[in-house]
């Protein structure tokens, strides 16, 4: 095992969250930078993927280094069944370090045990994606000019969506007050409700986003995530259940910033793209500069 994994958004204390958000920042002004020369990261995505995946090789190419690895399962013995262990131990020869996306909750923190080089979870399941939300954060910070005492709703499929769950255990550290907006069939898991009852962050539930986004500072859409349903019926009655339109961001503050890890599919209408409080394209972008200020801090490279 080797301790610079990222598999939790908990493998980050405070501070090196702090650190890795400023790295960011220097790579935001300076993208093109030789520190992975002689380097061979592993991108290995057992799902589907644009953004995490993509902005994970321009990260690389960027900082010099070489990829290998698949998009595909299919295309790799796992095809033959080999297992998740041996593919593993096997990429382990070959690699500095494994970018690894999974279907199976749990699946990066096993890797990162078998693997004596560092693994960064790009997403398992639906349980975490602390890339994602290392790219929100900065986000967040880009465009509030802070992390600290901020309103944040996020709205959508907040039972599966494993940005969101990521995203809120990292803002628990900065004193937010979050609102959750979700059909009662994809709430918040009690098990982060607990968790922010213990820590003493506040939150709400609603039904309607309506009720909510007029004070609120960010505004973090989701997509309900249909390869998650056992049941295709019960994603059919959920599926747009919530849909954002510019006439309903009319009295919304002036700093509100909309955001949303992508893809979209309804929840939020082309019409909002243009306003200047969308910034999910502007988000994705930032997820190149994250990507490569965590691969460095995983290989030591740069303090
Ligand atoms: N945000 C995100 O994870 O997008 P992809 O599934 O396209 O990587």
């Given at each position: ?93 070959y690699a500095d370090l494994i ?56 709205v959508g499929d907040l039972k ?144």
């Open positions: 095992m080797n301790n610079n994994s990222l598999v939790s958004i908990f493998d980050y204390s405070k501070e090196e969250v702090i650190e890795v958000l400023k790295l960011a920042s220097e790579f935001e002004k300076n993208p093109n930078q030789d520190l992975l020369n002689g380097k061979v990261v592993a991108s290995l995505f057992f799902e589907p993927s644009t953004r995490t995946r993509l902005s994970f090789e321009t990260a690389i190419q960027r900082l010099g280094g070489r990829i290998i690895g698949f998009s595909d399962a299919s295309s790799s013995s796992v095809k033959k069944g080999e297992t998740l262990k041996d593919t593993i131990k096997m990429v382990d020869n970018v690894m996306r999974h279907p199976i909750e749990g699946s990066a923190r096993y890797a990162s045990e078998v693997a004596n080089i560092p693994v960064i979870n790009a997403g398992d399941g639906a349980n975490q994606h602390p890339t994602q939300t290392m790219l929100d954060l900065y986000t967040i910070y880009q465009t509030q000019g802070t992390l600290e005492n901020l309103d944040i709703t996020l599966y969506g494993r940005t969101v769950h990521s995203l809120i255990m990292a803002l628990s550290r900065f004193n937010p007050t979050f609102h959750f907006v979700a059909p009662k069939e994809l709430e918040m898991p009690a098990g982060y409700k607990v968790y922010l009852e213990e820590k003493g962050i506040a939150y709400t539930e609603h039904l309607e986003m309506e009720e909510v986004i007029d004070n609120t500072d960010i505004l973090y859409m989701t997509r309900v995530q249909r390869e998650r349903f056992a049941d295709p019926l019960e994603y059919e009655k959920v599926k747009d259940v919530y849909v954002l339109c510019n006439s309903m961001l009319d009295n919304t503050k002036d700093n509100l910033r909309i955001l949303h890890p992508l893809p979209r599919v309804n929840e939020i209408s082309v019409d909002v793209d243009e306003n200047p409080k969308a910034y999910y394209f502007q988000q994705a972008l930032n997820g190149v500069y994250a990507r490569q200020a965590i691969i460095c801090k995983s290989l030591n490279l740069k303090k």
